[in-house]
Nanobody, 123 residues
Framework: HVQLVESGGGSVQAGGSLKLSCVAS????????MGWFRQGPGKERELVSV???????SYADSVKGRCTISRDNDKNTMYVQMNSAKTEDTAVYYC??????????????????WGQGTQVTVS
């Protein structure tokens, strides 16, 4: 069955860095568009970054220049590196897998599978 396991969440000081990982199984990872979304307290889930099966990337304006999304198809793993963390980055971060055909890759409802999320707290 499909599993998406996030790791790397935790607490970081403002200005610090962290790296989140998402390990996927039970899906055709190398053929799947992937993404990171987040949900802060009292907010709707929003885009962080997405990466196509071919390695093309896109970022939300709020993280552009501070985050780098990547993937390792040999390890069925997607990453996001966040630098210069801000308090407004505090959120639960979710791994999204397998972009649906003909869907907008920056929309959360375009993905088939979701992880449980990992908490990031920036202070």
């Amino acid at each position: 069955h499909v599993q998406l396991v996030e790791s790397g969440g935790g607490s970081v000081q403002a200005g610090g860095s962290l790296k989140l990982s998402c390990v996927a199984s039970g899906l055709p990872f190398s053929n799947c568009g992937m993404g990171w979304f987040r949900q802060g307290p009292g907010k709707e889930r929003e885009l962080v970054s997405v990466i196509s099966k071919d390695g093309a990337t896109s970022y939300a304006d709020s993280v552009k220049g501070r985050c780098t999304i990547s993937r390792d198809n040999d390890k069925n793993t997607m990453y996001v590196q966040m630098n210069s963390a801000k308090t407004e980055d505090t959120a639960v971060y979710y791994c999204a897998a397998c972009l649906r055909a003909n869907k907008n890759w920056m929309r959360e409802d375009s993905y088939k599978y979701w992880g449980q999320g990992t908490q990031v707290t920036v202070s």
